[in-house]
């Protein structure tokens, strides 16, 4: 069956400080990957998705990037965060287009 | 106009009833609807999708979709107190890579 790990749970961070944030998944070939953020209360804002290797769709501008070194890991990077980057990050794997997205855990990202 | 749009709640009804949950969504060309319920401080859960045109149950759930009017309901019969959650109806756009969720409507289940 198919897993998706996503790490570190929780994360506190400074302001002005990287972050990088990675998922992957076990079970599944070239699965398309997925980043969304929640803001507290709020829906699911769609970050980045990546239907291969090296490609990715950015879906809001913002001071947040994707990579997908490898066929099942997906990354977000910052290089310097924001106070708006407090947010609950979850990475999400759908087998084909179409196909339900199925989430990990999320990391809960507060920036101080 | 939102992409997807939900009310946002909350919803309240006694335990037992028939829970009613509503989205409605701007891109015609969608093909792929999907209820998920979140709890407090966890990741999303699916638990219906549909395709076509008319219901589809699964339990005690139930999703209706209606592409003409661009509107897709979920119906929880014999609401249970561990139904309380925020259910977040998706959409899929034009495509199928993007999957675009409503704001999430609250439903609380009173014992």
């Known amino acids: 069956s198919q897993t998706i790990h996503q790490w570190p749970a929780t994360l506190v961070q400074p302001v002005g400080s990287p972050l990088s944030l990675e998922c992957t998944v076990e079970g599944t070939s070239n699965p398309n990957l997925y980043w969304y953020r929640q803001a507290a209360g709020r829906g699911l804002q769609l970050l980045f998705y990546?239907?291969?290797?090296?490609?990715i769709s950015s879906e809001v501008p913002q001071n947040l990037s994707a990579s997908r070194p490898q066929d099942r890991q997906f990354i977000l990077s910052s290089k310097k965060l924001l106070l708006s980057d407090s947010g609950f990050y979850l990475c999400?794997?759908?087998?084909?287009?179409?196909?339900?997205?199925?989430f990990g855990n999320g990391t809960r990202l507060t920036v101080t | 106009q939102k992409e997807v749009e939900q009310n946002s709640g909350p919803l309240s009804v006694p335990e037992g009833a028939i829970a009613s949950l509503n989205c409605t969504y701007s891109d015609r060309g969608s093909q792929s609807f999907f209820w998920y319920r979140q709890y407090s401080g966890k990741s999303p859960e699916l638990i219906m999708f549909?395709?076509?045109?008319g219901d589809k149950e699964d339990g005690r759930f139930t999703a209706q979709l209606n592409k003409a009017s661009q509107y897709v309901s979920l119906l929880i019969r014999d609401s249970q107190p561990s139904d309380s959650a925020t259910y977040l109806c998706?959409?899929?756009?034009?495509?199928?890579?993007?999957?675009?969720f409503g704001a999430g409507t609250r439903l609380f289940v009173k014992a």
């Open positions: 998706a959409v899929q756009n034009t495509g199928g890579f993007k999957t675009i």
């Open positions: 549909i395709y076509s045109n």
């Open positions: 999400a794997w759908a087998g084909t287009a179409n196909s339900p997205l199925h």
């Open positions: 990546s239907v291969g290797i090296g490609q």
